[in-house]
């Protein structure tokens, strides 16, 4: 035989110079919930290590890891229901907690990279991401309340806004009302293909966000669509957005390909909760390696060609991978 390829596999040394993907720290985005209070770290039973924090000891868990080699993060906020309305009027109050403890953070870490999230189910008595009228998620009344929020974020120093809610025509009008604000630099990271998952229960726990009635499919994208990835990709692309998301990661490696290969902006993949939270289950069952399944899947995303990867588990590969 002239061709062996397994002559490229029969040392550690040329199975790592041959390798085709490489997956590092750098490549995460580690996602944080924070809630209002101090000394408060909430461990979210259904997302096995992840927790609920305080501002005060939230800094110190995003001190560690930067140590580790993380530098960039997602906030989600955590809100009570007394502050939650209609109109998720408090995502753009003044005194709302998330804002201060995003201006907090970049006041003690101004190197760091911090990501928003942009939708009104945090805040919606709803649970809705868009305004909810007689049952019907109103698209273009949500814009404004969005921009609002986006806005808030901007003053507050957000790096990165990331808009989750998947109203038609979002990016445009938040980057107008950023870009009228004077908020040029302020990047946005679109959720473009986010679909009506199965996989997002854990986080829905961990916000108490889950819809009061009904469900997302009428703007969240239907599994079964591929094609469709590219419309939203190419209307996110001429609004404005800087960044083009899939989310879940793990059952759309297909889109996330789809995208890489079609578009010129950084792709980024979310692994989402019930992804991570599958693996530890099935490893606490001790029917998978942990450390093996994890950096596979992850590795996975990536040889997909995610640029950028959203994920529970960033924290536990820096401190395998420091």
Not at 1 to 8: D, Y
Not at 134 to 163: F, R, V, W
Request: hydrophobic share 40%.
């Amino acid at each position: 035989m002239n061709h062996r390829p397994r002559r490229n596999r029969k040392s550690k040394a040329i199975r790592n110079m041959v390798q085709e993907t490489t997956l590092c720290t750098a490549d995460f985005i580690y996602p944080l919930f924070v809630v209002d209070g101090s000394k408060i770290k909430q461990e979210i039973p259904s997302m096995p290590n992840v927790f609920r924090w305080s501002v005060d000891l939230l800094l110190n868990e995003i001190e560690e890891c930067i140590q580790l080699g993380i530098n960039s993060f997602v906030l989600f906020p955590a809100v009570d229901d007394k502050l939650k309305d209609q109109m998720a009027s408090y995502s753009y109050h003044s005194d709302n907690f998330y804002l201060a403890a995003i201006s907090k953070i970049k006041t003690t870490f101004p190197e760091i990279c911090l990501m928003s999230d942009v939708a009104m189910d945090p805040y919606s008595s709803d649970g809705h991401d868009g305004l909810v009228d007689n049952g019907e998620i109103i698209n273009d009344k949500t814009l404004p309340i969005l921009s609002k929020m986006s806005i808030a974020q901007a003053q507050a120093g957000i790096d990165i806004i990331g808009p989750s809610d998947m109203m038609d025509g979002r990016i445009g009008f938040i980057r107008e009302e950023l870009d009228k604000k004077g908020y040029h630099n302020t990047s946005i990271m679109s959720y473009t293909a986010k679909y009506a998952s199965a996989f997002y229960g854990p986080f829905r726990d961990a916000l108490d966000s889950a819809p009061k009635n009904g469900d997302k499919k009428t703007y969240q994208m239907n599994p079964s669509n591929k094609k469709e990835a590219l419309i939203e990709a190419e209307l996110d692309s001429l609004e404005g957005a800087d960044f083009l998301m899939i989310k879940p990661a793990l059952c759309y490696l297909d889109v996330i390909q789809l995208l890489k290969n079609n578009f010129e902006l950084p792709i980024s993949a979310y692994n989402v909760s019930g992804e991570y939270s599958m693996i530890h289950a099935a490893a606490k069952n001790g029917w998978l390696d942990y450390n093996a399944s994890f950096q596979e899947a992850l590795l996975s995303i990536k040889r997909a060609g995610a640029d950028v990867i959203l994920s529970y588990f960033a924290k536990d590969f820096a401190k395998l991978n420091s």
